[in-house]
Nanobody
């Protein structure tokens, strides 16, 4: 089971770092994606990273502000979120897929989300 953590309430312009952990699950075997779902909206992909860290993708709305990384030795994946905006408010989830050519096209495992609220 994947577990996202690190969410919270922050003012606009602030930063948060989300973490994705998976006790008993080897994240290094998988491509990992961060997704989010805002109230009343569909879930959307935020960022994805390949199993070896060599490939990353970002949603246009977060390019230049968010950065995905992974530490396979620690079995962790992170999402550094800077310059947060109110529209970033959502529940954020991490998910895993078996490696494939196109990232985040068929997630196999989902985790429990963490709520990020950006508000003054």
């Amino acid at each position: 089971q994947l577990q996202a953590s690190g969410g919270g309430l922050v003012p606009p312009g602030d930063s948060l770092r989300l973490s994705c952990a998976a006790p008993g699950f080897t994240l290094a075997d998988y491509d990992i994606g961060w997704f989010r779902q805002a109230p009343g909206k569909e879930r959307e992909v935020v960022s994805c990273i390949s199993h070896n860290g060599g490939n990353r993708i970002y949603a246009d709305s977060v390019k230049g502000r968010f950065r995905i990384s992974r530490d396979n030795a620690k079995n962790m994946v992170y999402l550094q979120m800077d310059s947060l905006k109110p529209e970033d408010t959502a529940v954020y989830y991490c998910a895993a897929e078996w490696p494939r050519k196109r990232l985040c096209t068929g997630m196999d495992y989902w985790g429990v989300g963490t709520l990020v609220t950006v508000s003054s």
